[in-house]
């Protein structure tokens, strides 16, 4: 098929074909990402295209119903589910107080899980996927993690099914994946672990820097040359300089990620 070079699709930046798709002035290569595109524009989220550093997946062929009771299952089987129902004051007529619970705990029947989502490059993949999901009746929560590319999703079951949830994201370029608690922990344990080592380089190099600090001290008030001197500091720079870099690396990353969108 002869493709046009000198036009990128709006959504996923590969090169659209001759024949593209239009749609409000904006060419694209395939139905998926012009259909992508509708389902932000029809819900109000037309920022995510300026404020995004990247373009954005583009649309696979749809996952099989198969797959989708797969993933439901295997969500719920780790989701944690509470009930937010409360009996009303007054019991209608011939009602007994069980039947009324169990069907409004029936109907207000609510689950949360971690999930994680593929296809993450930026602040605005994150905010474009929550305000999806939170505009979807039966969503009670939304909340991305751009560092862990995870999202905690609540929901009521009764409501919205899961793969309802997970199809709105496919349609955007994304997947939905389900993690299971053992993964959940493991994922974090290893977070953990990372951010103890930062936390060991940053004490080894604090503390060799304070020696050096109180060297510096004493000079002041003593006979310490100024190439002396000006030594401790460049030993005091270089001692800094992996603490900079990698211990505090992981606020830079979220500082720099917030400041883009």
């Known amino acids: 098929m002869p493709v046009n070079s000198d036009t990128a699709c709006f959504h996923c930046g590969l090169p659209v074909a001759d024949s593209r798709i239009e749609r409000d002035d904006h060419s694209f290569c395939c139905q998926g990402c012009a259909g992508a595109y509708e389902l932000i524009s029809g819900s109000g989220m037309l920022d995510y295209y300026e404020f995004r550093t990247e373009y954005a997946p583009r649309p696979e062929d749809s996952t099989s119903e198969e797959i989708w009771e797969l993933i439901e299952r295997t969500a719920l089987e780790s989701a944690a589910v509470s009930d937010t129902a409360a009996l009303p004051r007054s019991l209608p007529p011939g009602k007994a107080s069980s039947e009324v619970g169990d069907s409004e705990s029936k109907s207000r029947r609510v689950a949360s899980a971690d999930f994680l989502i593929e296809g993450i490059h930026c602040s605005s993949c994150i905010w474009l996927n929550e305000t999806m999901l939170r505009s979807i009746s039966g969503v009670k929560a939304a909340s991305g993690n751009l560092a862990t590319n995870r999202i905690k999703l609540s929901w009521e079951p009764s409501v919205v099914p899961l793969k309802e949830l997970a199809r709105r994201i496919e349609r955007l370029g994304y997947r939905l994946l389900p993690l299971r608690h053992s993964e959940a922990s493991e994922s974090q344990k290893s977070y ?70």
């Not at 001197?229 to 460049?234: A, K, P």
């Open 192 to 261: 953990a672990r990372n951010l103890l080592k930062k936390m060991v380089v940053a004490g080894f190099f604090a503390g060799n820097i304070m020696l050096v600090s109180v060297s510096l001290y004493a000079g002041y008030f003593g006979t310490m040359d100024r190439f002396t001197r000006n030594f401790f500091h460049f030993v005091s720079f270089a001692f800094a300089t992996p603490v900079l870099l990698y211990s505090a690396s992981v606020f830079f990353r979220t500082a720099f990620a917030s400041l883009r969108h």
